[in-house]
């Protein structure tokens, strides 16, 4: 197998990448940067950068990298990306060999972006990184699936596989323009039923509880995206040790979800017994990058709030110490 080249390895790249004529037109894209701008590769090769990027502060930058021949920086700059939606980013500039320029774009973290800046670009940049470990992750649950001949052992490496998939759908729905969700027919029990399964081969698993309405109908969504707001839910009880996790389902009539009142709403309760929210994340709880755990991300119950308006509904909690519960609220009729 012959050593990958340079533009080979751009175009793994997770970080966007451009390489622009003197006069500034785009002549490639990787495309990490493609996704992140929302266009396509072949609509914006030849195109001027910063009419692309809809921020003329670019242009002096790269004049500048263009004749002074060393690196230019521009921090927190507001990049236009496609249906009006803006990204935050540290752009690097430098001149190449052949007089060309070669541009970096770097996503910032959701906290130095603006207010409005939705948080579906802000991840984009981590969505990138996360897919290569994935990648790696399930290569290697395949390996084992092959050759280990415990059946036990066999269907853990095929949950691990399974899970992979499942969350390098998610990753690439957040890479996707708009993000949109797949709608299909969802069986609510049917998916907590999967969360416990997956609960139930953490290290420390908790006493699983069940505690359904059997006569709910199915509801419409995304159940790769429902499922991934609960385990990020039931996933916290655990961290915050919880030793018992209650799933509940009940309907709930005249609920106010957005600018809307619901006739009925789907209410699904994860419930513990963990030592409660901390009096000082109360207020910040669902902003991304807040975490009440040292090695804890912030991005999990951010993203499962995002997930629950994307459906037309909600997430919200009360917590005192000995009980917590996380509520996801789902219209019983699409708006």
């Known amino acids: 197998m012959h050593a990958p080249d340079q533009a080979e390895l751009l175009t793994l790249l997770g970080t966007g990448v451009a390489l622009l004529e003197p006069d500034g037109r785009m002549s490639w894209l990787n495309p990490a940067l493609a996704e992140m701008l929302g266009v396509g590769q072949r609509t914006a090769t030849g195109q001027d950068l910063t009419t692309l990027m809809r921020n003329p502060a670019l242009a002096p930058h790269l004049e500048r990298a263009r004749t002074e021949r060393r690196a230019f920086n521009l921090r927190t700059a507001c990049l236009g990306v496609g249906r009006g ?25 959701a906290d130095l972006a603006p207010a409005d800046t939705p948080l579906s670009a802000t991840l984009r940049g981590f969505a990138h990184e996360v897919k290569n470990p994935l990648a790696g992750l399930r290569g290697a649950a395949q390996l084992l699936e092959r050759r280990v001949g415990d059946a036990d052992l066999r269907r853990l490496a095929a ?19 708009g993000g949109a969700a797949r709608i299909a027919p969802v069986n609510v029990h049917e998916l907590l039923e999967r969360l416990g399964a997956l609960l139930a081969s953490e290290p420390h698993a908790p006493d699983i509880r069940h505690d359904y309405d059997p006569s709910l109908p199915d509801i419409l969504g995304d159940a790769d995206r429902l499922l991934q707001v609960l ?31 619901a006739r009925a709403a789907l209410r699904i309760d994860v419930v513990d017994n963990g030592p409660g929210v901390p009096d000082d994340l109360r207020d910040t709880l669902f902003h991304p990058l807040v975490s009440g755990r040292p090695d804890g991300t912030g991005l999990g119950l951010a993203l499962s709030r995002e997930i629950a308006i994307e459906h037309g509904g909600d997430l919200r909690y009360t917590s005192h110490p000995g009980e917590t519960t996380f509520s996801l609220y789902l219209p019983m009729e699409r708006p």
Do not use: K, Y
């Open 85 to 109: 939606q803006e990204l935050v980013a540290d752009v690097s500039m430098q001149r190449v060999d052949d007089g060309r320029i070669l541009v970096e774009v770097h996503p910032l973290a």
């Open 231 to 261: 385990l990020n839910l039931a996933r916290n009880a655990i961290q915050a040790d919880a030793g018992t996790v209650t799933l509940r389902t009940r309907v709930e009539h005249g609920v106010r979800l957005g600018d809307r009142i």
């Open 159 to 177: 949950m691990v596989i399974a899970e992979a998939d499942r969350l390098a759908t998610l990753a690439d729905g957040l890479l996707r323009h």
